[in-house]
């Protein structure tokens, strides 16, 4: 996620006769086929802003704000499964007391001040239409609501109004959907005296919203959905953008399409359109529910999970290829637990992985644009503007096991991160530990596929531009 720096601070929030303090900030080619007579199919678009959204959106984040939140983001991802995740959730200061389809569209962030992907949903009876951040890495949806009883992030938009829906209610300690926050957020739920269900959401650069677990209906395009259970934020900031709030895609019983799964099945896809740090934008992508064309040709790869934190999308990387040749590593160079991640924007690899692709990709570009100085955690960088490198990028391909492959195209490996500067978009893990990310750079263009049922997840190339 992505947005302005904030200020520490203590925060007390109090929700119904409940006072609540806690740190934060101000501041081999298989055709996909499904049953079609059991779900529908749900379509939302994916635009980026440049091209398609209105003026007010138009604010690009600088490069440096972009890199430092995807560092951040990686290193909490990385704390996930080291469970040496430090943030502090809600303390109490007081006791307690009293099946069809559907698609939307996505588009890149960065307008909205994040470098990840967002859509529009509506909320309520009658709905009311906001602009919420997409991400894989995230299990709980939540928005920003009145009557923001501590604080809310500047946002696109009105914020959410309970009171002006007829079907919102909030839940109870009692309801199952309570006991699912403490996998869903990694913070235990809490109750107000009201035996109202609290939730807290905290990411990994101490962005965080804190809220009214609630229910209300769901509008996805022309779908309406009830009882679509999400966080209503009394207290939310952090580096969100200017989104009223995050749609979870994880791995959960509380993420948006686990609720969706009896209308349109546990599978889900996306298309993330192109977009770069500069501002350059693409069309057409898109987030889809239910049954997925049958026409389309994918490849799959299993679909794997890791108990340390089983929400996670793992997938097996297991060779890449430069100029259709094998970097030539023995296979434990990439026995590292590896998640697809559309949050993470510059794709992670084992060291020696990097260290020798980056070897072959430096061997080429360099003989004919001049090396430039690294850039943050970017270390392979050019003299020349993405268009006059992507001349001389050569074919790579990412293996995955099982016969999948991404055939990344040149704006998947290289990215202008300032005028006349282009970058490999790819960096090494900075500890021998670290997970491997496949991320949005890389995933952009495709059309993927999470077959949660079968456990495997699918590539088919041009799915948008």
């Not at 990385?78 to 996505?106: E, H, I, Q, W, Y």
């Not at 609630?214 to 207290?235: A, I, R, Y």
């Not at 955690?377 to 790579?396: K, N, R, W």
């Not at 991404?406 to 704006?411: A, D, T």
């Amino acid at each position: 996620m992505k947005g302005s720096c904030c200020r520490n601070r203590t925060n007390s929030i109090v929700l119904g006769h409940t006072r609540i303090a806690y740190p934060g900030s101000t501041c081999s080619p298989a055709t996909l086929e499904f049953d079609q007579s059991k779900h529908q199919s749900l379509h939302l678009p994916l635009y980026h802003i440049g091209r398609h959204g209105p003026d007010s959106l138009q604010t690009t984040p600088s490069f440096s704000e972009a890199l430092s939140h995807d560092v951040a983001r990686v290193k909490f991802l990385n704390s996930r499964l080291t469970k040496k995740n430090n943030l502090t959730a809600p303390m109490a200061t007081k006791s307690f007391d009293g099946k069809s389809a559907v698609s939307v569209p996505l588009n890149p962030g960065e307008s909205i001040g994040v470098t990840n992907y967002y859509t529009k949903i509506g909320i309520g009876t009658p709905p009311t239409y906001h602009i919420v951040v997409v991400d894989t890495g995230s299990s709980f949806s939540w928005i920003q609501c009145e009557p923001c009883s501590i604080y809310c992030h500047p946002q696109i938009g009105s914020r959410f109004d309970p009171s002006a829906s007829n079907t919102y209610q909030k839940l109870s300690c009692a309801a199952n959907q309570c006991t699912f926050l403490k996998d869903a957020t990694l913070n235990s739920p809490m109750c107000t005296s009201s035996n109202t269900c609290l939730y807290t959401a905290t990411y990994g650069d101490q962005s965080f919203s804190v809220g009214y677990l609630s229910k209300d209906s769901l509008t996805l395009g022309t779908e309406s959905l009830p009882n679509f259970v999400f966080g209503c934020g009394q207290d939310n900031d952090g580096l969100f953008g200017k989104s009223i709030g995050l749609v979870g895609l994880a791995k959960n019983e509380l993420s948006m399409f686990s609720q969706l799964s009896e209308k349109y099945g546990k599978v889900f896809a996306y298309c993330l359109p192109t977009a770069t740090l500069l501002g350059k934008t693409g069309s057409g992508g898109f987030l889809s529910g239910g049954t997925i064309s049958s026409h389309s040709a994918y490849r799959f790869t299993p679909m794997l999970s890791d108990p340390r934190d089983p929400t996670l999308y793992f997938l097996k990387l297991s060779g890449i290829s430069v100029s259709g040749k094998p970097l030539g590593l023995p296979a434990s160079d990439y026995n590292v637990p590896t998640i697809i991640d559309s949050g993470t924007t510059i794709s992670r690899l084992p060291t020696p992985v990097y260290s020798a692709f980056r070897e072959e990709m430096v061997k080429i570009i360099s003989s004919k644009y001049k090396m430039a100085e690294a850039i943050s955690i970017l270390d392979a960088c050019f003299v020349g503007s993405s268009d006059e490198i992507s001349t001389v990028v050569p074919s790579v391909q990412l293996m995955f096991q099982g016969g999948a492959e991404l055939n990344l195209e040149p704006q998947n490996v290289v990215i202008e991160v300032e005028k006349g500067t282009t970058c490999l978009s790819f960096a090494g893990n900075s500890n021998t530990g670290d997970i491997g990310i496949i991320g949005n750079q890389q995933q952009q263009t495709f059309d993927i596929v999470y077959d949660i049922e079968s456990s495997r997840i699918g590539f088919a190339a041009s799915g948008c531009r």
